[in-house]
């Protein structure tokens, strides 16, 4: 067994990028105030940070390094915060809530919520073209990285599955649907973060399919524990959701989710197999994300 | 006096842009289809194109060629089509109709119009960094460029606008707040959109200098022009609006922001003067804008 302490590794990194989206803020003027104060709130609220670390932990695996990684991994929490921003409105998910602390359009009002949002998706890109960055990472690579992130988070990822999530809304849905949401709508960024830090690491193209298959299997897992986790708040007590969404264990039953949840960390760990003791950190999180929920 | 025509000019450049638009939006697989509708209609229900022309005029001023300039005026168009569907919802401006014809949540739903919106931003940013668009320009000129785009799509620029502009509603506002609300939320991407033109076109320091003066004293006229054909629609019987906006005739009232837009439109075409008759499209731009309202 490996001694690899999970905890430490993800406490660790969160402290970095804190640090680091601290940072990139601290660089503007912060003007207008209240924009800039959703904007911190949006970014400080407790996330896991778990798309950044991906990027960070799947780079160092294949030796890239964490400063040139940086600017990227805070791009892909900014694209998660904006995301959540937006389907916490009321013309979404119309969540109060999140993380049990109230969500940015119960503090700030739906319009600087909404502007909040977009500003922290077009921030992302102005991070990821700053000078400095280009002075890092050859200039075409960068674009490339680009290209994969507004893919990821566009209509063919992130967006286009909150498109069909809210169109499920109150439907009696399927296996395939939750999954066909779940694999956009959660696991395209997770996806792209675990592969944005293996371009910048200097993966190879073998290496790059396991990297991928092991987000894919993880982006999968997380979603379906999250329903898990939902429902266990639920019984406990929790504020019960108004709108029917497709989760996981709504179609198959709360039993059968729990074990699809295994059979997915299982295939996830399968494919780093060959990476050894340098892939660690990737099993970590993966157990970290899955053991929450069974 | 010059003999061109602007009307014709300006027709067939919105025709390129209308058809690189189609070609681009072609290229994907178009699913989910609700989005790619709310997209579509966002797209295609009747903008004059301003941003983009105002990018090709600029761009062969200086010898760019229109194929290397599309994919950035396209991306600008697009980031301004975003930014309209979002100021419409119900969460910002609330209106229901938008160049005559329903706002696009009127259609497609609150939710549907918020996605489509955050749908454009990013595919915006897909686009500029096609491998395609890397062949034709130096991808170091292409990270300057997204950079400034993003710049002048956030915080710093329309994103900031729009917060300001939410924040004054209803309260007395003044002239310095009506100016720094139009200089971001309607310059911030009219000047971007000249200077981009101009960066891929070669401009050197002193004609980028000009350019982007010219392109200052453009937005400011546009939007004040707008302003006052606000005034003109509602006198008309048009619908009044519910929530008192901070314009400029309402500060300084209509003799006074017709005198200021001539005075805006004499000091733009100064500024574009050394460049003689190659200037005539970006000359007629400024008229046409100008000349609609006094």
């Not at 940086?70 to 921003?85: Q, R």
């Not at 997380?222 to 708040?233: G, K, P, S, T, W």
């Not at 059968?256 to 099993?283: M, S, T």
Request: overall charge neutral; proline content about 3%.
């Amino acid at each position: 067994m490996s001694a690899f302490d999970i905890q430490a590794y993800l406490k660790e990194h969160k402290a970095l990028i804190d640090r680091s989206l601290d940072r990139y803020l601290k660089k503007s003027k912060q003007q207008p105030r209240t924009i800039y104060k959703a904007i911190h709130y949006g970014l400080f609220s407790g996330g896991k940070r778990l798309r950044p670390i991906l990027t960070l932990a799947s780079g160092e695996l294949f030796g890239g390094q964490q400063k040139v990684l940086m600017p990227f991994a805070c791009a892909l929490e900014m694209i998660h915060i904006y995301s959540i921003i937006h389907d916490d409105l009321p013309a979404l998910d119309n969540d109060d809530l999140r993380r049990g602390e109230p969500a940015s359009h119960k503090i700030f009002g739906e319009g600087i919520a909404l502007l909040a949002g977009d500003a922290l998706l077009t921030e992302a890109f102005h991070l990821m073209t700053r000078p400095q960055v280009a002075r890092a990472l050859e200039p075409s690579l960068i674009l490339k990285l680009i290209h994969e992130i507004s893919h990821g988070a566009g209509v063919g990822g992130l967006v286009g599955g909150q498109a069909v999530d809210l169109e499920a809304e109150g439907r009696e849905a399927d296996v395939a649907t939750v999954e066909y949401i779940h694999v956009r709508k959660t696991g395209a960024l997770i996806l792209t973060s675990a592969r944005v830090g293996a371009i910048i690491g200097g993966a190879t193209p073998k290496e790059m399919r396991r990297i991928s298959r092991y987000a894919e299997f993880l982006g999968l897992a997380f979603q379906i524990a999250d329903d898990i986790m939902d429902i266990a708040e639920h019984a406990g007590g929790g504020e019960v959701r108004e709108k029917k969404k497709a989760t996981y264990p709504a179609v198959v039953g709360l039993a059968a989710a729990k074990y699809r949840v295994q059979e997915l960390l299982h295939q996830c760990l399968k494919e780093i197999d060959l990476f050894g003791k340098d892939a660690d950190p990737l099993r970590g999180i993966a157990r970290y994300v899955v053991e929450r929920a069974v």
